[in-house]
């Protein structure tokens, strides 16, 4: 049995990849300058803000990013 997709489906797997590397390196980014404003900045409200970045956008990634299905 041959399955066929469409053009707009065959791209749809590059989107995804593309799309979650785009969210992980934003939380990934997100950390590190979380990181470098507490220490190198001495400013430990604004690494705390910057750093609770992190899972909003992991969160907005589970959102937007489609699942799998089976």
């Known amino acids: ?26 939380a990934g980014i997100s950390m590190a300058l979380s990181v470098g404003i507490w220490f190198l900045a001495e400013d430990q409200l604004a690494g705390i803000f910057v750093g609770t970045w992190v899972p909003s956008i992991l969160a907005l990634g589970v959102l937007i990013i489609p699942r799998k299905t089976q």
């Open 1 to 26: 049995m041959t399955t066929t997709q469409s053009p707009e489906t065959a791209k749809r797997p590059d989107a995804t990849k593309l799309a979650r590397w785009l969210i992980i390196g934003a």
